[in-house]
């Protein structure tokens, strides 16, 4: 699950200030430092992006909470994860896309109180479906 979480690395423009591929807010120690000391703070130094993340989640169902006008984390780059995810060939990211929740709720950097119900509602249900040893 997710919540405001992630947009691809080309998106990311250091919070709207238009500097598109600028990682800067992602090296924090709390964060991601290497970023900045491996990578330069740029998108196209990266070795990885999003849709890499979700194909580890794969083949486990994803809740993504993605405002419209997030002022962090462009819902245009997560549309691009959301279409990448589900056109995977592979069965198990199939099914995972199938399961999978994406929500575009027309707010800012938040997390609403009905998407909340809605997520706990989706862990509830993955945890009753899954096998024991999960």
């Known amino acids: 699950m997710t919540s405001c979480g992630f947009t691809r690395w080309r ?9 598109p591929g600028d990682l800067h ?7 991601m430092p290497r970023i900045a000391s491996d990578f330069g703070s740029r998108a196209e130094n990266m070795p990885f ?5 979700l194909a580890l989640i794969a083949p486990r169902p994803v809740f993504v909470n993605a405002p419209v006008d997030d002022e962090c984390f462009r819902v245009e780059g997560v ?13 198990a990211a199939a ?10 709720p027309k707010c ?15 862990v509830s249900d993955v945890l009753s479906a899954a096998p024991p040893n999960l």
Do not use: I
């Open 11 to 19: 998106w990311n423009d250091n919070e709207r200030r238009g500097q």
């Open 25 to 31: 807010d992602w090296t924090s120690p709390k964060y």
């Open 49 to 53: 992006d999003w849709p890499d993340v």
């Open 79 to 91: 549309r691009e994860c959301q279409t990448e995810w589900e056109s995977w060939p592979t069965s």
């Open 95 to 104: 099914a995972a896309a199938v399961e999978s929740q994406w929500h575009y």
């Open 108 to 122: 800012g950097h938040d997390f609403p109180p009905e998407l909340r119900e809605l997520a706990w509602q989706f």
